[in-house]
Each structure stands twice: as C-alpha cells, then as structure tokens.
C-alpha cells in the first residue's frame, strides 16, 4: 500500500481502479477521486445500500403509480360498497387482514371500500415528491445564505444568522397550520393537489434551510481563512471564483449528506401536517392523512393504521440509513 | 330542537315568525328497527317504541356521562338538545312534552298549568291558570310572575347570549323590549303582550294567530325564573330549580350533581317520575373512554345521544347481548345538500343530474351506514314532522344505486352532456361532512361531473355558508349540511330551508335559495291552518314541491346507535329530542 495521501482514508487490498487492472503486475499505486472513494466506502457498507435500494424501489413505485394501480389496484376515488361488510352495519372490509385479498393487495378502507394499495403508491407520489423538492429549497437556500455568511462575514453575517436563529426558535409546525388553513386551495391553474403539494414545499423547504445554513456557514468560516483560499486570492481571484471555484467542491460533501438526512424529516413533517388535516386534500391520498383516517379505527380494523405507518417507518429509515452510510463514506473523520 | 352536537347554530338570526336557525328534532320512525318491543323487554331498538323495564322503584343514583359540557344551565340560554333535555330534571314550564314513547311524546300538555290554556275565539289570546301549591327549592311559591319574568328574559341577549329567540318575535309587537335587565318598569316585568292580572294567572296576547305558540312555550326558556336570584349572566351557575331535583354543584368542563328538590310536589307534577335518589353528570373529553365505561356498566348513559364511536359501534353491531341494550332512534336530523344558483346548478336538469348521479349507499356507509349513520333520503321532510312519509321517493333512491342513465339523460338536457365543474362546500370541523363529500365527489366522477371540495371553517358556518354572497363568490355549486327542527312542525322545520322570505345575508339556511311563490305561499296558508291534519296535508305538498325543484339532495335521515345500561328502568325514546327521556330513567338495583 502507498502512503500516498489516501492512503489514511482507505484500505482496500483489492485492485482499485480499471488503469490499475489494465497493467496486470505492478501494485495498485494509483490516484483515486474523493467520488471514487466514497463510492468505494459506500458499496461495502451493506445497510446504506439496502437503504438506497429502498429508497430507489420507492421512487420507481411513484413514477409508476398509474401504471401499477393499473395493473394491480383500482382508481384511488373509487367506492367499493360490495367489499363492506353492509349487513350489520358495521362499514368495515370484509375478511381478515382490512380485506387483503389477491382483489385488494392491502385490503380495503373501512366505511368507503377504497383500495389501500393504490392511496398507498400515489401517496407516495406525494410523501415523496414534497419530500424531495423541501429538501432542495432548503439545500439551496441554505448554501446561498450559509455561503454569504460565512465568507462575507460583518454584518451580512450577523443579519443571516440572526434570520437563521429566528427561523430555528419559530414554532414551524403552528405556523404551518395557521399558514395552509387561509391559502387558497388552488392557484396557478394546478389543481387542488398539486397546488397543496407546491404550498408544503414551499413551508417545508423555507422552514429547513438553517439546518443546513447553519453548516455551510460554519465550514465556510473554516476554510475560507485555508492556504489555498489565502493563495488563489493572492493569485488575483475573484470573490466569485473563490465562492465557487474552491469553496463550494469542499462543501459539497457536507450539503449532500445533510440533504439526505433532511428528506426523512421533510417525510415526517408533511406525514404530521396531513394528520393535523392541512396536507393534501381529498380525494388525494398522502401517507398521513390516511394514518389520521385510521385513528378511529385503530382498534378495530388495525391493518388500516399498520399499513400507512409501516411505509412511513420503512420509508424514514431507509433514508436515514442511506444518509449515514453516505456521511461515513464522504466523512470518514465523523466515524 | 335545539343543536344536537356542537354546530352552532347562529341564534338570533331570526326572521318574521321566528325561526332561527338550527337544529335538531327528534324522533323516529316506526319502522325497521329490529323487532317489535314488547313487554318492556330489552331487544335492539326496543326503546324507540315501548318502555324498556318499566318500573317505579325510587332510590339509587343515576350516573350520566357526556363528551361536552353543556353550553349552558341557565334555561334561556341552553341551545343543545340534551341540554334541553336535562333541563326536565329542574325547569318546569306552562307546558310540556309527554312523558311517553312514540308520537305521543309530541304532544305539549301542561305543566304548570293546571290545564290547557284557554284560547279565545279569535286565536289571540291564551290564559294560563297555574297548580297551587307550586315552590321553588328554596320554598318560595312559583308564581306567574315568575313565569312571565323568565320569558323576559328572553330578550336580553345583550347579557344572557345563546338560546333560541323565537318569543321574542311573536311576542314583541313593536314594543322593542330591551330585556327585563334595562326595564325601566318597577317591577321588571314591563313587557305589555305578557299580563299577570294575579298570582295564578298569566295571558299572552298575540298579534296574529300563529298555532305553533305552545312549541315556544314548551322550550327551557319560557320556564320561570324567580326574580330574586335572577344573577343574570351567573345565573346558569346556580339555576333555581322548579322541577324535582335541584344543583348541589356544577364544576364547569368536570361534572354536575343534582339531588331531590325536597319543595318539589310529586302530586302537582303529571309529567316527572323522578325516581333516582341522586343524578351525576361526568364530563370527559374522551368520548372512547366514554363508550368503554358504557359497555362496561360503569356508566348509565351518555347524555349526548349523538351515537358510540367507531371502536364502540362495532362492538354493539357484532355482540348480540350488547345489541339488545342498544337503539338507534332517529334523532330528528336530515343530512342533505343544499344545490345553489351558482351555475350550473341553476339549472334544475343539472341539479336532477347531481341526484341521479349520487351513491345513496356509499354515502350512507361514509355517514356510519344504516344503523350509525341513518336510512338514506328521500325527501327534506324527515318522519318525525307530520306530513313526512317515507314512502314518498320521488328519485328512486331508496333501491340504493347511482342511476347513471337517468343522470346522462339530465346532463344533456342540461346542455352539459359532458358533464361540468361543480365545487362542493363541507364544514372542516365535521368529519362526516367531508367524508359525505369525498363520497359525493366519487359517484358524481362516474356521470362526468368533476366536483372539488372546499372544506371551510365550520366555526364560520354562518358567515360562509350561510352567506349568499360569500357562496356565490366562491363558487360553491354544493353546500353539505344538516337540519333539524327546534320544535316538530312543519313549519319550524321546512320555513327556514325553503321560503323565499328566510333568505338572510348571514345566517341563512335556505341555501338553495328557493324563491318560488307558490312555496311561500304555502307557507302563509299553513300558518293560518289550525287543524293539524290539514296543515300536515300542506306541508306535504311543500315537501313536494321543493323534491320537484331538484333543490335539495337528501342523503340520510339521521340516526344515531346509542347504548344504556341495562340497569336502567323507564328507558324510551322521547321523539321530540331523539333521544331517551332522562327525567323518566330509574336504576334497578338501587345503588
């Protein structure tokens, strides 16, 4: 092995990369990227791959969703009366399990006879994309003001992180309710789903940029005072080349990790807002709303509340599992 | 009768001949529920019909439970159904409702008046004779000073807020009565159309005849109040009590007791039973816990009456010995939509598409289904109001599918064939509500109707809902409501849904905006009409007429599965509050 300046962050025997295998013999002494080596890192680490195997499985699912509930469900408006059990009055499926049968993979909703299965993929659809572009705004805006604080410093400095302290003590989630009971239901010609889908990202992603605001800034402070800032602003540099030239590739490892640990939350707290009945509004499935259905049936049709807390359970923590592998590889200091 | 749950109901709001707004009403029909009672035997439904274990043992304490507390004790200002009812434990009134099952709890006899009233011949003016002996808990007599000083207070709604405000309406004429509180009188009873000439007598003069008076006379606030420990807006934290039990401590959100008024005369009361030695109220916010302690016997009966929740009524559904102490009376309500002129539901072939095109059966699984939730509509008059019948079903709803044919049919000749855009209102703070709406907005989908639902702030039911403007500035085609009558005629119930003339800026409940001549004149002619038979055949026709219109597109009568203790004795239905009758209740092992 080389002592070259790797070499502390990596141990593999094997032969690392393709030049290497080419010339049969000779040791494996060669260069690696930072994206070569966590990758490398990030494949032997077994969790974080089934994590992102999950995460993977579960976009497909919601890109697919018309075509599955196609396939496999029925419409997610659509009423089955003849699934209930009318006769003692009692509105609940028919069968064991909440009515799982090779008709309804998942069973039934009580009192509508709507197909489980398919309100669960296009929540997804849902859970997900909110998900995925909340973390984004946030991702964004954080590193735009986490960059300016930490690298202008003053009092650009002082405004961003009051702002940022501001936003951290805020009450988010009260302030989300109040917000998403006096929007309109629709606007921009969306339609009533995705016009609520674009209003939670929106609260979402605004309300989760100083967590990674916080973090930019922080890194920023310590490497903008580093020799090869110090020499590429020596060299004549601009303040542009210098933001993102050199400081933002060393930021990135951060931002992208933080990203990912920010999506589970981001699940969550949509999950929390459809339970308080702000979220999607019907007939439109989401994850939590189906679980705030369930409450009241919680003790006698208890397929109904395990199958939306499952998915989120399973959907969390295959993303956090993700994040983590993918820290401890771009990371391995944080180990 | 008043509000059953906590709708709000926007008293005040009141027009011409007094009928404001919103309620509930009672009673059921003679029907499907399950069986003929007989005996006093307890089987499921027995109580809607006979007494369950008639009985006439005294002693024990009756152990009522409730998930909210009352809005208030103070008799004028009660508006919620079982408050009305608990108030026949300490109001008496000049007249009120039978103490019996069936339709005979309809009937408005007297109280504390030794007889019926005497009406002269022109209709305008009734006299009442009180019982002698009558006393209030402290001893004092009941007189009809008293009496008349608690309709007076009626008016004053600038300090005691929150009942019904109908006397007021037949009863002021002109005068602008400003509350016994701001009476510059002497002695506080300047209000001219009421006169106590003695002690024992008091005669309301009316200004035109108007054959529903004995209904407002029966309600809590026409109850006397003793003028002396009148606190005014305190006073429904200690009420004077005429009837056969009075407070010994009411801890606001926590519990109520009462306990025998010992000046309380059994021999002057035809109506009471009075039977528990002591009767407690508890009151939880959780109504699960609620119905366990139900079903577990450690509690008599939930006085809210509104039905078990989910957990509970499959219990019931599916346990057979749990179903025999179970009913599920109507309890007064229809659940409907309303269709407004916003287009283009202005249009009555597009509104005959809507009912066509609606699910009758998935709606009424989405209410709770047919014991939970209620039968499915037919018409807006629901059967506990004479001139209902339940046979009468003009759309064929009754055989429980979407007609979708006949809807196409309706949309063409609508000039819609392809259907239209319709947003659908619902309250956010009823569940069911928005679950009848999500049930709408599926079988509307199948006849090409796209329909949003709109869920609004239902404490601003009166404001948004109830505004004509607001609902045509938001474009709400479908308004999902409910109703129920505060007093069983057909004039209380339908006036306010159909006349032209009840049409308000705020508060309104004609959300169709009816405005059809020959309905309001109906309306005149029935008021006019004594005879209750021919009235009820007027009301019938009115309930047609609005049907015809393809206002309306009823979804359930309501009903709801309540459970009893099986301890408890003198169990029925009372149908003018769709629930049992709870100053009649005994317990059968005396503890």
Not at chain 2, 167 to 188: I, R
Not at chain 2, 297 to 321: F, M
Not at chain 2, 418 to 447: C, D, M, W, Y
Request: charged letters at 20%.
């Amino acid at each position: 092995m080389s002592l070259g300046p790797e070499a502390s962050v990596t141990d593999e025997k094997t032969a690392p990369t393709a030049d290497a295998a080419d010339r049969p013999g000779e040791q494996a002494i060669a260069g690696r990227s930072l994206k070569q080596i966590a990758w490398r890192r990030l494949k032997k680490d077994k969790v974080a791959i089934a994590g992102a195997c999950v995460v993977i499985f579960l976009i497909v699912v919601a890109i697919l969703a018309p075509l599955l509930i196609k396939l496999l469900g029925h419409p997610i408006d659509e009423y089955h009366n003849d699934a209930l059990d009318t006769e003692l009055g009692t509105g609940l499926p028919k069968g064991a399990l909440g009515g799982m049968s090779w008709e309804y993979l998942l069973g039934v909703e009580p009192q509508t006879g709507r197909d489980i299965f398919s309100r669960i993929i296009y929540g997804a659809q849902t859970t997900l994309t909110v998900a995925f572009l909340s973390a984004f705004l946030s991702t964004l805006f954080g590193t735009i003001f986490g960059l300016a604080a930490g690298f202008l410093g003053g009092w650009v400095d002082s405004v961003i992180s009051r702002i940022m302290d501001f936003l951290l003590a805020f009450p988010q989630l009260l302030f989300a309710i109040a917000l998403l009971s006096v929007l309109p239901d629709e606007f921009f010609g969306l339609g009533p789903r995705w016009s609520r889908v674009g209003v939670l990202i929106g609260v979402i992603g605004f309300f989760g940029w100083p967590y990674i605001g916080r973090i930019v800034r922080g890194q920023t402070l310590s490497l903008r005072e580093r020799e090869f800032v110090e020499a590429s602003r020596s060299l004549g540099a601009r303040s542009g080349r210098i933001l993102f030239r050199e400081l933002l590739p060393n930021l990135a490892a951060p931002i992208l990790v933080y990203t990912t640990l920010i999506i589970p939350t981001n699940i969550l707290t949509e999950a929390a807002l459809s339970f308080l009945g702000v979220g999607i509004p019907p007939p439109n499935p989401s994850w939590g709303g189906m679980l705030s259905d369930a409450v009241q049936f919680y003790r006698i049709d208890p397929m109904y509340m395990i199958i939306p807390g499952s998915v989120i359970f399973i959907t969390v923590l295959a993303f956090n599992l993700f994040g983590d592998g993918l820290r401890d590889a771009l990371d391995p200091k944080a180990r | 009768m008043a509000r059953k749950t906590r709708v709000l109901a926007a008293s005040g709001v009141a027009l011409a001949l007094g009928l404001t707004t919103a309620a509930c009403g009672g009673g059921s029909d003679d029907d499907d529920n399950g069986g003929t009672a007989s005996n006093g035997k307890s089987e499921f439904g027995a109580a809607i019909t006979s007494v369950v274990n008639p009985s006439t043992t005294k002693g024990g304490t009756l152990n009522l439970w409730s998930s909210q507390d009352a809005d208030s004790w103070d008799p004028a200002r009660g508006y919620y159904a079982f408050v009305w009812n608990l108030n026949r434990l300490y109001t008496r009134k000049l007249v009120d409702y039978a103490a019996a099952p069936g339709k005979d709890g309809l009937k408005v006899v007297p109280d504390l008046a030794e007889a019926e009233p005497t009406i002269s011949a022109d209709k305008l003016t009734y006299t009442f004779k009180l019982r002698s002996g009558l006393k209030w808990d402290d001893g004092a007599p009941i007189t009809s000073k008293d009496v008349k000083y608690g309709v007076e207070r009626v008016w004053a709604t600038d300090v005691i807020s929150g009942g019904p405000y109908y006397l007021p309406n037949v009863l002021d004429q002109g005068q602008n009565y400003k509350g016994p509180y701001k009476d510059t009188a002497p002695d506080k009873l300047g209000l001219k159309s009421v006169t106590t000439p003695d002690d024992s007598t008091i005669i309301f003069k009316l200004a035109k005849p108007y054959s529903d008076f004995l209904y407002l006379l029966a309600m809590p606030g026409s109850g006397p109040v003793p003028q002396k420990r009148d606190t005014g807006a305190q006073y429904g934290q200690k009420p004077a009590a005429s009837g056969p039990y009075m407070f010994k401590s009411i801890a606001p959100g926590k519990s109520v007791s009462w306990v025998r008024n010992p000046n309380w005369d059994p021999a002057s009361d035809p109506i009471r039973k009075a039977l528990p030695e002591a009767i407690n109220l508890t009151i939880t916010t959780n109504a699960d816990d609620l119905d366990n302690r139900l079903l577990a016997g450690t509690a008599d009966l939930d006085v809210g009456q509104t039905g078990v929740q989910a957990a509970a009524r499959t219990k019931l559904l599916t346990d057979n010995n749990l179903k025999a102490n179970a009913d599920a009376p109507n309890t007064g309500f229809l659940r409907f939509a309303d269709m407004t002129p916003v287009a283009p539901l202005n249009n009555i072939e597009c509104r005959k598409a809507v009912i066509y095109a609606a699910d009758p059966t998935s709606i009424q699984t989405a209410r709770g289904g047919p014991y939970a939730g209620g039968d499915i509509g037919t018409s807006i008059l629901p059967p506990n109001i004479a001139g209902s019948d339940t046979n009468y079903d003009p759309y064929n709803r009754k055989q429980g599918k979407p007609q979708l044919d006949k809807a196409k049919e309706a949309l063409t000749k609508c000039g819609q064939p392809n259907g239209f855009n319709v947003k659908i209102a619902a309250r956010n703070n009823r569940a069911a509500e928005v679950k009848t709406a999500e049930a709408l907005q599926a079988s509307l989908k199948a006849a090409g109707i796209t329909a949003s639902i709109d869920q609004y702030d239902g404490a601003q039911d009166s404001a948004i809902g109830g505004s004509p403007e607001i609902v045509k500035q938001r474009g709400y085609g479908i308004i999902i409501t409910g109703w129920g009558a505060d007093y069983p005629s057909g004039a209380g119930y339908m006036q306010p849904l159909a006349d032209s003339r009840f049409i308000t800026k705020n508060g309104n409940f004609n959300r169709s905006e009816i405005k059809d001549p020959a309905i309001d004149k109906l309306f005149d002619d029935a008021a006019g009409e004594t005879d209750p038979a021919k009235a009820a055949e007027i009301y019938k026709q009115i309930n047609q007429k609005v049907m015809d219109g393809a206002y309306v597109l009823p979804f359930v009568v309501d009903k709801a599965l309540n459970y009893r203790n099986p301890r408890l004795t003198n169990a029925y239905v009372h149908e003018s509050f769709g629930m049992l009758d709870f100053q009649a209740l005994g317990v059968s092992d005396g503890k």
